[in-house]
């Protein structure tokens, strides 16, 4: 059963058309990144999960549930973080922790969720003199009260310094190993990088690509791109190594030391194995992954992409 | 269309609550943060005080000066009659002002996400709201009313309890009517602008319009427009029978429809004041012998509970069906 598949979702505001045919899922005990720049439709397919907002055509289900008819069952065994909310200025961060726990029915203790995100010195400040980056720790307690089984967080970095972020993905990382499935939206790429096992790419409303990290990696032209050293270089080696069918492009980068740059796709081994039955030797090969800022760039933009 | 699904999912879960149910449990738990963040909200503290002066002030000057009233044993009227007045036109506006951001306040801050996140129905919700800020108004009524007792308690000796609680009671009923108006109001929108011009057309409503409408229709049926007209009763005046002109029936009823006149009928029930000041006199002589059921007094208490349970319940139904 996956934790969250949303099938055909589309959702229209009149006459825009916020999501358009929106399908995937997400699998049990996986983290799962949900990017794609602002505007592009991540708070509205979170909203239709959450039910605060109604589907134009399509469903959702939650945990095996309907998240219409279901939504109060579903939002017992999940914890959300949601986007741009602000939070209560009159409450106490200790009261809203209590509040969640209340609402949840749970005994947790408001300290040791405070503390976890780093806000118990704040525990009985009121929350409207809170920071950005302190308000979005104490949302994020609120959602891990109850111990849910699966965590929605939307744009859980807004507002939080690099250290900030950091911990947040460490508590992500913590909550998945505990067996919480986690939903987590983002723009930028290498915060989902570093903690998720699937991603998929949202762009107007639509998924262009759902997949590893590895795999979109791979998915985009140049996933990988090879620097190889060698004693001499000579035009007839290089038109052969760009001949390689697994070779997107291959150039020149400098005589000193000769050095040939090479987009690769597959076998690394290909390249070389030519360059030296050339007769050229190899003094030194290096690889560098595409990086996956490039790879998501490549799918929002409008730069040509080969999808999937 | 997906019903194979649904029963499914139903079977997985333990228990089958659909999303639009209440939820008790739910409900005093958003009533209780509701009740907390009101508490703490200082343009509420600040029109309960104002609230509170006026009626300590009003109720001291009338105790002062009133001794010849005292010594007749008219007191707890001239308190009640009194302090039902300003109550009748404070409350709405204390009770308007606590409960226009409501629900647009959340949803413009976002913050409505936060309850929402929770396994909370989006009527829990509602109700929760409705409970929380209605007990603040409470608290609110009770500390002003206690200040004001005191100090016609100290001035005059004493005066009729229970007559006082029960003015108390009706005007945290009234006082809950207009709540239940201001958070349904506040729930068909998600804009605190427009939310608060709907509290001020409430006000308007029924401060100018309502309070206009006797002589509004009086008007329209003398000059014979459309469907008004008068109905002519004879009464006897002096000895002599004279033949006088009256509203017809639904007039009467609209006019009472308004909570503050609903509010001061429902007074002369349980209070023995005969100093409020009703909008329009209501005779049996002018109905051939008894008034109808829908103009005697006790039906002015079930309008003020139409004023509770339908704002808030049009607000349940519409709000389970909206986008946030």
Redesign the interface.
């Known amino acids: 059963m996956p934790a969250i598949r949303v099938d055909g979702l589309t959702k229209s505001y009149g006459q825009t058309l916020a999501l358009s045919d929106l399908s995937f899922e997400v699998h049990e005990g996986e983290v799962f990144g949900f990017l794609g720049p602002n505007g592009a439709g991540k708070s509205t397919t979170i909203?239709a999960i959450?039910?605060?907002?109604?589907p134009t055509a399509g469903?959702v289900?939650v945990l095996?549930?309907?998240a219409?008819?279901?939504?109060?069952?579903i939002?017992?065994r999940?914890g959300?973080l949601?986007e741009?909310?602000?939070?209560?200025d009159?409450?106490t961060g200790r009261?809203h922790l209590q509040?969640?726990i209340?609402?949840?029915?749970v005994g947790d203790d408001p300290e040791a969720l405070l503390e976890r995100v780093g806000l118990l010195d704040a525990a009985d400040k009121k929350a409207g003199g809170y920071s950005k980056g302190m308000s979005q720790r104490l949302?994020l307690a609120?959602?891990l009260v109850g111990q849910p089984e699966l965590l929605i967080l939307d744009e859980p970095s807004t507002g939080l310094d690099p250290n900030g972020a950091r911990e947040m993905r460490r508590i992500v990382s913590q909550e998945n190993e505990r067996g919480a499935t986690v939903f987590f939206s983002s723009h930028i790429m290498e915060q989902v990088e570093a903690v998720c096992d699937r991603v998929g790419i949202l762009r107007d409303g639509e998924m262009v690509a759902v997949d590893s990290v590895e795999g979109l990696r791979d998915s985009v032209g140049g996933g990988e791109s090879l620097r190889v050293t060698v004693d001499r270089i000579d035009d007839d080696a290089v038109q052969a190594v760009r001949s390689l069918s697994d070779v997107s492009s291959a150039a020149v980068d400098g005589k000193e030391p000769p050095t040939l740059v090479v987009q690769v796709d597959g076998s690394k081994t290909a390249v070389l194995s030519e360059l030296e039955e050339r007769g050229l030797e190899v003094r030194d090969f290096s690889t560098t992954e595409a990086s996956l800022d490039d790879v998501f760039q490549s799918y929002t933009t409008d730069r040509e992409v080969k999808a999937r | 269309m997906s019903s194979e699904t649904e029963t499914g999912a139903a079977a997985g879960s333990t228990a089958d609550s659909p999303s639009s149910s209440i939820n008790l449990e739910s409900v005093r738990t958003v009533a209780k943060k509701d009740f907390q963040d009101s508490m703490r909200s200082w343009v509420f503290w600040g029109l309960s005080v104002f609230f509170f002066t006026l009626l300590v002030t009003i109720t001291g000057v009338i105790a002062y000066f009133g001794e010849d009233i005292a010594a007749q044993g008219a007191t707890t009227d001239v308190l009640v009659g009194l302090v039902s007045e300003i109550t009748r036109l404070i409350i709405p506006l204390i009770a308007l002002v606590l409960g226009w951001k409501a629900i647009a306040g959340e949803r413009e801050t976002g913050s409505i996400k936060i309850l929402l996140s929770l396994p909370h129905s989006r009527k829990d919700v509602l109700l929760g709201k409705l409970i929380g800020r209605s007990a603040v108004l409470a608290i609110s009524l009770t500390v002003g009313f206690v200040l004001a007792a005191v100090v016609v308690a100290a001035l005059l000796g004493q005066f009729d309890v229970a007559d006082y609680a029960g003015l108390l009671a009706m005007s945290i009923l009234y006082g809950i009517a207009y709540t239940s108006i201001a958070v349904a109001l506040s729930s068909l929108t998600r804009s605190t602008t427009i939310a608060g011009a709907a509290m001020f057309g409430v006000f308007v409503l029924f401060y100018v319009v309502w309070n206009t409408l006797s002589n509004v229709v009086w008007l329209l049926a003398s000059r014979e427009i459309l469907f008004f007209d008068t109905v002519t009763y004879t009464t006897e005046i002096q000895g002599q029978s004279v033949e006088v002109e009256r509203h017809q029936d639904w007039v009467y009823f609209l006019v009472n429809m308004d909570p503050g006149e609903a509010f001061r009928r429902t007074l002369t029930l349980i209070t023995d004041a005969d100093l409020i000041e009703l909008q329009v006199e209501l005779n049996a002589e002018m109905f051939g012998g008894e008034l109808p059921f829908f103009l005697q007094d006790w039906f002015s208490f079930l309008i003020l509970l139409f004023w509770i349970v339908v704002p808030i319940a049009i607000a349940l139904y519409r709000f389970d069906r909206v986008d946030l």
């Open positions: 909203n959450l039910d605060f907002i109604r469903r289900e095996g549930m309907d219409q008819s279901h939504s109060r069952d939002r017992a999940t959300v949601p741009g909310v602000e939070t209560y009159r409450l009261e509040f969640a209340d609402s949840k029915g949302m609120m959602a």
